[in-house]
């Protein structure tokens, strides 16, 4: 049983937009994150966002994503603006029982499920 269903991933140019989706109602009422792994990289935290919608960030990507949450839908989003040839990898969302993310929102052991992932290509 998937817990976690991405979408929304897909080729764009650098400067482009995407919105990324994830389809969780076992997890949209807890802390929620995306993670992305590019090639040869470990998997790295992009945001996360909690039980009350407060949000954490990656610097790289501050000011540029945003993330959020539908809860009539059961959907956390991953708005992607300004996109560059760096944001290029495989995006996964990840969920976790407890509903704040805290200091630790980046830690891939902090998360109990994850997505298949959704690919991300951006050309410069």
């Known amino acids: 049983q998937d817990l976690l269903v991405e979408s929304g991933g897909g080729s764009v140019q650098a400067g482009g937009s995407l919105r990324l989706s994830c389809l969780s109602p076992?997890?949209?009422?807890?802390?929620m994150a995306w993670f992305r792994q590019a090639p040869g990289k470990e998997r790295e935290g992009v945001a996360a966002?909690?039980?009350?919608?407060?949000?954490n960030y990656a610097d790289s990507v501050k000011g540029r994503f945003t993330i959020s949450k539908d809860f009539g839908k059961n959907t956390l989003y991953l708005q992607m603006n300004s996109l560059k040839p760096d944001d290029t990898g495989l995006y996964f969302c990840?969920?976790?029982?407890?509903?704040?993310?805290?200091?630790?929102?980046?830690?891939?052991?902090?998360?109990?499920?994850w997505g298949q992932g959704t690919q991300v290509t951006v050309s410069s």
């Open positions: 076992t997890y949209i009422g807890y802390c």
């Open positions: 966002i909690d039980k009350d919608s407060r949000t």
């Open positions: 990840a969920g976790v029982s407890a509903y704040w993310c805290g200091g630790g929102w980046d830690a891939v052991d902090r998360y109990d499920d």
